[in-house]
């Protein structure tokens, strides 16, 4: 812990450019290959990917002397500006599943809880992360949060060092929902299913709570070979918003990885946010930083209308995005439209066999009023046809016709 400590504090104490960075960290690069760059251009250091690319070290992340001159596509695409007008989160907590959050960070301070250690976030993607959901809005560019006056808990999902632990990510949930976080987001993407943790996910939702969680984990520094497709946790289960990264053209990054069965895409690449420490600004990408963004909506419509239900905001996400293979956030649309109410929540819960109800009293009473009919028919043809031949039949004194 002291290593960690003083790590913290030479990061918080020492400004580095894009060009410096701590021993043993690498800023991860863009998929594809590229250096981030932000609009325009501009070089801001790099915010590293959960879990932490160097596992064994005690890395902070440097604090950056580069402010962002412009805003990102992110929230071009997300029209903030727009949003700001019909809610701002005010009231809303969301709770923020990463390495901790800062108490103190720039955007964030006097609105932040954090858990038992969580204010340290020496690896800084937590704190990057809230900012993404709840930062200050103002300024010149305005690089502030989805929802600029919702109060964060930040909470931790990995260790010190980044590293993510499905019994913490259950703590966490557990925490998040015990504090009555009205929206969760859980940045960790786990490889394997784990029983405590599906539990604390489904009392989450039974609490009211919208849980969003990234689909697939941050794409790894240096990765080479394309993975499989394939499901990660919490993400994967019942009615937890599953969320992919994607590129300002709406496609899912070069090398990002593949995973069905995703609810929403939301800007995840060459996206800016701060730090734990400083005034400056780090570029980021994946999908947890999706599902920030997709959490502060959901923060947005929550506050903007406090009278619907967690499955109420999740149908409205849903049935506002924009169609395509995997539908993409519309944030104006979700904070301002009528939700279609036929959509559905994602990934429901296993409704059990279905059973037939026995009919067969019912159908023998049908077979008898069918023949009752049929029976009534016959007899009203039979009288119609007496009543039409029988007075014929008599003024030919019963003989056939032509022997007159």
């Known amino acids: 812990m002291a290593v960690f400590s003083a790590a913290l504090l030479l990061s918080c104490a020492a400004p580095a450019s894009a060009a410096v960075r701590a021993p043993g960290w690498a800023a991860p690069p863009r998929p594809g290959g590229a250096v981030p760059v932000a609009a325009g251009e501009q070089k801001l250091p790099g915010m590293p990917p959960l879990p932490a690319p160097q596992a064994g070290q005690a890395d902070c992340v440097p604090v950056s002397a580069v402010r962002a001159r412009k805003q990102d596509w992110a929230r071009r695409r997300l029209d903030l500006d727009k949003i700001r007008a019909y809610g701002t989160g005010d009231g809303v907590t969301v709770a923020v599943i990463d390495t901790g959050v800062a108490t103190r960070a720039a955007g964030l301070r006097g609105r932040v809880t954090a858990g038992d250690g969580a204010d340290r976030d020496c690896p800084g993607h937590g704190t990057f992360v809230a900012g993404l959901v709840a930062g200050a809005a103002g300024g010149s560019p305005d690089l502030g949060g989805v929802a600029p006056h919702a109060e964060v808990l930040g909470l931790r999902g990995t260790d010190d060092l980044g590293r993510p632990d499905a019994a913490r990510i259950a703590s966490a949930v557990r925490a998040a929902t015990s504090a009555g976080a009205d929206v969760i987001t859980v940045s960790p993407a786990l490889p394997q299913r784990d ?4 539990a604390a996910v489904a009392a989450a939702r039974r609490a009211g709570a919208v849980v969003v969680a990234a689909a697939a984990p941050d794409p790894p520094a240096g990765a080479a070979d394309p993975a499989p497709s394939r499901r990660y946790w919490p993400a994967s289960e019942p009615g937890v918003l599953s969320v992919v990264d994607m590129q300002p053209s709406g496609d899912r990054p070069d090398g990002a990885l593949p995973t069905p069965d995703a609810d929403l895409a939301a800007p995840g690449t060459g996206v800016v946010s701060g730090g734990p420490c400083g005034q400056g600004s780090y570029l980021g990408s994946g999908p947890s930083l999706a599902a920030a963004f997709v959490a502060g909506t959901a923060a947005v419509v929550r506050g903007a209308h406090p009278r619907a239900s967690a499955d ?6 849903l049935s506002t995005a924009y169609p395509a293979n995997v539908a993409q956030l519309d944030a104006y649309a979700a904070v301002t439209g009528v939700p279609d109410t036929a959509a559905h929540s994602p990934r429901p819960e296993d409704p059990g066999p279905v059973r037939l109800r026995d009919t067969a009293v019912a159908d023998r009473a049908t077979r008898r009023a069918t ?10 043809v039979a009288v119609a046809w007496a009543a039409f031949a029988l007075p014929r039949a008599r003024a030919r004194r019963w003989r056939p016709a032509g022997q007159d």
């Not at 029983?195 to 599906?198: I, P, V």
């Not at 109420?312 to 996400?317: C, D, I, K, S, W």
């Not at 009919?373 to 009203?380: D, M, N, R, W």
């Open 371 to 380: 023949w009752l009919a049929l029976g009534g028919a016959a007899g009203v």
């Open 312 to 317: 109420e905001v999740v149908r409205r996400l």
């Open 195 to 198: 029983a405590d943790l599906s």
